[in-house]
């Protein structure tokens, strides 16, 4: 196969974590015998130091053009002034929107060696595996948003508008993954307070009740949600809900796995007629934590996984992500971690030695092994 993957480093530990996603899509080219091209292109802080646009008209080409993207991170604190016109968030929403990529999923499972990386009870984690799909180009983070001043008082408002049809395709988006897992779907929403989340709630038990009638559907409220994913995760299978409460609830999730440096995600767009793949943007779900940017230290792992759901989702290629996916719990089982993901006092590796790893294993699990850390 022949792909192009734009590859857009950002900020931060972006650029790191990328190259090593990057450097296991390199190893699977060559495994596989595929033709991977990977350009670069600005987004984010960096584009706005470059161009003064944090979503320069050149990476919006280059996107449009791509077969898939691989997103480091955004943001820093170089840029962090809530007052500025350009923020380099403005760079994330605006390629997702661009791009019509409405479907952020965020799949959370724990592996078994990780079990104590985690602050909950073991017996909790059991059996945890769970995929939150989160609308991505509606809501609070789109809507209409004023700075005013009303009888002498400073005033701020955020609008968050939904519309039926932007409900159905996500909640179908949603359907259609729990189909093809345990058959269960939860929505989330806060109809007991917010209108939005009542159109929420009218339009997804009707598309559940009308398409999906052989799927278990549940709705609870957001901070329900909260609790019970603290309380009982094992319970959840697919999780559909709405942008801001999809990205609070995801971080929260990470802690069931034990970092966020090991949650990956896939922002996809609408079924292309006579393609079985999609067009996505895949990106770790942690930010760009530039207190440790430059260190050698960040955990490449979610986006390396982020690299396999890209190999599944954008080029149909599941051999290939599904061999990612078993060399990352390899290099788990032979005990390998970064810095997040050990005690004080115990042995870590470096974000390049990972993603070493993880090549390695990847082509020793073709009997082709590179040269590199051994597991």
Known sequence: MKATILVLPGDGIGPEVAAEGVRVLQTVARIWGHDFDFPEALLGGCAIDATGNAFPEETHTAASAADAILLGAVGGPKWDDPNAKVRPEQGLLGIRKAL???????????????????????????????????????????????????????????TCTYTATEVERVVRAAAELARARRGKLTSVDKANVLESSRLWRRVSDRVMREEYPELQHETILVDACAMHLIRRPADFDVIVTENMFGDILTDEASMLAGSMGLLPSASLGAAVEGRSTRPGLYEPIHGSAPD???????????????????????????????????????????????????????????TAAVGAAVAEAVAGGQGTPLPGVQV
């Open 292 to 350: 440790i940017a430059g260190q050698g230290i960040a955990n490449p792992i979610a986006t390396i996984l982020s690299a396999a759901l890209l190999l599944r989702h954008s080029l149909g290629l599941e051999e290939e992500a599904a061999a990612v996916e078993r060399a990352v719990a390899k290099v788990l089982d032979a005990g390998l971690r970064t810095r997040d993901l050990v005690g004080p006092g115990e042995k870590w590796e470096t």
């Open 100 to 158: 019509g990529l409405f479907a952020n999923l965020r799949p959370v499972s724990l592996h078994p060696a990780l079990v104590g990386a985690s602050p909950l009870r073991a017996e909790l984690l059991k059996g945890v595996d769970l995929l939150v799909v989160r609308e991505l180009t509606g809501g609070i983070y789109f809507g209409e948003k004023r700075r005013e001043t009303i009888n002498g008082v400073d005033t701020a408002t955020d």
